[in-house]
């Protein structure tokens, strides 16, 4: 395999991960904050922090204002517009989002607004796609607002999982879009995923979970449910972003 042929983007939750993803070789990152929310916009320290330190690796900002749906109000979508240009400005290559409407269509009207705000710089829409109603009419639909491409798991809850719409919306998808597949892609999957759906790019988080230094705890006192490990935190590691991207270009 030619390693020019793919792109590999990691999702990174933190300055740390982008600086792994890039050791390890990725093309891209899309930086989240919130990631058990499934992703929200980070910080702008955050972002500006990623663009300073990424040298090879391009640098892509999810622009989700809350967890849970993708019906957004008006003052949800002006607060992305208004991501959108500080991301922009503090030197994002890319951003990522997406709207749906209350019957699980393609918003058309405020994805159109939202792609204004993002002329010059390349756009994904996220996997607001997988909770639409009809994806090959929204792959349509997208392609014709001018997203560049559509992050996707095929509708299931795993890439591997969603493989045969994945490959039909790859054999579709025209006017220069692309599919990436992604969610639950790594090291173990990604070389079967390319075989089932010839899909060349690649979204992944290649996290390790990493003990912190702290000694003293209280345990009458948790910060977000009963129970959790607060002490511990899941990083995108060097190490497996390489192992990712070896087990489909070193195969």
Do not use: W
Request: net charge neutral; glycine share 8%; aromatic share 8%.
């Amino acid at each position: 395999m030619e390693r020019s042929n793919f792109k590999f983007e990691v999702c990174a939750n933190s300055v740390e991960s982008c600086l792994a993803a890039q050791e390890g070789g990725a093309d891209r990152v899309e930086l989240c904050a919130g990631i058990p929310e499934g992703g929200i916009t980070p910080s702008y320290g955050e972002i500006l922090q990623a663009r300073r330190f990424l040298k090879k690796t391009r640098l892509h900002v999810i622009i989700r204002p809350r967890g849970g749906d993708f019906l957004y109000n008006d003052l949800e979508v002006e607060r992305m517009a208004t991501d959108i240009r500080i991301a922009y400005k503090l030197g994002a290559d890319g951003v990522v989002f997406g709207c749906l409407t209350k019957d699980g269509n393609i918003d058309v009207e405020k994805n159109t607004f939202l792609l204004k705000e993002a002329s010059g710089i390349s756009v994904t829409f996220h996997r607001a796609f997988d909770c639409c109603r009809n994806p090959k009419k929204a792959l349509v639909q997208l392609s014709d607002l001018g997203f560049n491409r559509i992050l996707t798991s095929g509708q299931q809850p795993t890439a591997p999982q969603g493989v045969k719409l994945l490959s039909e919306l790859n054999k579709v998808a025209s006017n220069g879009i692309i599919i990436m597949a992604g969610c639950g892609v790594n090291e173990n999957n990604i070389s079967q995923l390319y075989n089932d759906t010839s899909i060349t790019e690649f979204h992944f988080s290649a996290r390790e979970i990493v003990k912190r230094d702290m000694i003293f705890s209280n345990p009458n006192v948790y910060m977000s449910r009963e129970g959790a490990d607060e002490f511990s935190l899941a990083y995108t590691t060097m190490r497996r972003v390489k192992a990712t991207i070896n087990a489909l270009i070193c195969k």
